[in-house]
């Protein structure tokens, strides 16, 4: 049996990590009250597997897992080294292939899909060239 993977992480035991609804009232409240202690994730070996035992967009957990501060379930801020493939493994799903798809991929603390990701690099570039393509609105002066 292996050994408990908690009982080595460096948050042990910290209930700042997760504070009360009563602590905070907005994402700015919270980063106020955890940002500071995002930083004891830094050297945590342990971050892919907190996200995946805490599980917070589907949870919409309030707090510190896996590098990241969680607000309802969406990350707010993070460490610079954080990676994608600590999140959890993107799962199919019916709007797969969109933009959609990429958002409830983020939702759900997944790493988007290549064939998600790729819709979201087409639109993008769609929408960048329909903007450039609309006609500047010309100013006529009358006298």
């Given at each position: 049996?292996?050994?408990?993977?908690?009982?080595?992480?460096?948050?042990?035991?910290?209930?700042?990590?997760?504070?009360s609804?009563d602590?905070?009232?907005?994402?700015?409240?919270?980063?106020?009250l955890?940002?500071?202690l995002l930083?004891?994730?830094?050297?945590c070996?342990?971050r892919?597997?907190?996200?995946?035992?805490?599980?917070?967009?589907?949870?919409?957990?309030?707090?510190?897992?896996?590098?990241r501060?969680?607000?309802?379930?969406?990350?707010?801020?993070?460490?610079?080294?954080?990676?994608?493939?600590?999140?959890?493994?993107?799962?199919?799903?019916?709007?797969?292939?969109?933009?959609?798809?990429?958002?409830?991929?983020?939702?759900?603390?997944?790493?988007?899909?290549?064939?998600?990701?790729?819709?979201?690099?087409?639109?993008?570039?769609?929408?960048?060239?329909?903007?450039?393509?609309?006609?500047?609105?010309?100013?006529?002066?009358f006298?």
């Amino acid at each position: 049996m292996s050994r408990d993977w908690t009982l080595d992480a460096p948050c042990r035991g910290r209930e700042e990590f997760t504070p009360s609804e009563d602590d905070f009232a907005s994402a700015a409240d919270l980063k106020r009250l955890c940002g500071p202690l995002l930083a004891t994730c830094g050297p945590c070996p342990f971050r892919a597997v907190c996200i995946a035992t805490v599980k917070p967009a589907q949870a919409r957990f309030d707090g510190i897992a896996g590098g990241r501060l969680w607000w309802g379930g969406l990350v707010i801020d993070s460490l610079d080294d954080v990676f994608e493939d600590e999140l959890t493994e993107p799962k199919l799903r019916a709007s797969c292939g969109t933009e959609a798809g990429a958002q409830d991929h983020k939702r759900h603390g997944e790493r988007v899909c290549p064939s998600c990701a790729q819709a979201t690099r087409e639109m993008s570039a769609c929408r960048k060239a329909q903007k450039a393509k609309q006609p500047k609105q010309l100013q006529l002066d009358f006298v």
